[in-house]
């Protein structure tokens, strides 16, 4: 099984390696010290925009034989969906023809975007139209390249009250456990080996048990083993934590803003400061980690110029992926009333910021698969080109409560992995390297 195709390492120029994969040509940065070194003609595997792994040829060639066909059978599949013609009705077939032209969308065309269709139950042409057209969008711009990440949720422990957070400190109904560093590093490592995820995330609350010394041992024990690019998703460090995880071997970085609006971002988190974490997640960006960052999407007292705010800073952040999803409402939160999202706002938030930055990688979030059984196939269908699958040990699993009844709590690692593939084999989405 595997969640990554080796491309061929056609040439190294400085930190820069190309690699081709089935005569496509992606660039992916060498990280030097890291003790990964491709070498013209041999095989690598990357993550990112990053190297993680170097492999043999005789390792390479039966995966290469093995996705061959299939790959250009999914890119076959992906462009009769994505070429699909996308006729806008009214205003949005003058939009469309705008974007394809190659300009920009600005913030009213946005504004109308967002207003068209209404909420469920309105125009369906409109909105049906609007996501195939991101979808085309995304394929013109990144072709069928899709990224698949595992996440291990270590421990729901959290020092914070966040109000839209079932795993908030006020929360005594949720039971909370700590995965211990063992414990994680063989999790990991079987994610890698057996499995074959060549990314994965590591979260947790913000839990201060885990010493930066700890968390820094754990990724070093993992790289010691495979070659994966991975991404701590722990909540606010200082900087100079996140270089000590950096230097163990963790390269990514997940950490959302959460609201691009000061006001609500001071009443969802309290005690805390947009400014504060934006110049964190600035700071990662500038020292070359790839960063997943992003927004809730229906934050209460959030609107459509909350949205697009929030879509134009990630934009203007130019993260390594966007990570935004729809709130859940948790029982045991003061959001516990907040009213449902609409799927087709958060579908329309995905299309939105696809159109707005189209060669960005978009994730079809676990909280939109919550809010629609069908959630992750429709965000693909809209704009987004990359999944997370949670390998949280099963016993663990139902605890880690961001929010109730998260989708692939139930059922077993295995199923959700084949049920993924089969997804994507049905979109038509190939796991090369998404960096262009
Ligand atoms: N609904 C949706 N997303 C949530 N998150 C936390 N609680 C909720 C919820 N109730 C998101 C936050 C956080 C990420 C790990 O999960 O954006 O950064």
Redesign the pocket.
Known sequence: MCYAIPGKVVSVDGDTATLEYFGERKKASVIRNGGITPAAGGYAFAQGGIVVDVITESEAVPMLEAWKERFFELKRIDDGIANAKAEGKNDNGIFFKKIESGMLATRSDMEKVLAAGGADGGDAGALESLFSFANHVRAKALGNSCCVHGIIEFSSHCRNA?A????NKNNEKIKRYRMGPGEIVETAVHAARSLGFRALVL?SGEDAYYTDEMLAEIVRRIRERCGVLIFM?I?ERPFESYKKLYGAGAYGV???F?TSNPKLYAVMRPGKRLDGRLALIRRLITAKFVVAT???VGLPGSTNQDLINDILLTKSLRPGMY????????PE?A?ASAPRVPLSQALKAIAVARIADPDSKILA?T?LE?LDRDGRRKGLLAGANSLMINLTPEAYRRDYE???GKAGNSGKTQDTIRDTLQLLHSLGRAPTDLER
């Not at 839209?164 to 795993?167: D, E, N």
């Open positions: 966040c839209y957070c079932g795993l979260q998703s909540g997940l950490l959302r959460e992003g927004f809730i990570s935004f999803g729809p709130l859940i409402p948790h939160t959001l979030t909280a919550t961001i929010y109730p």
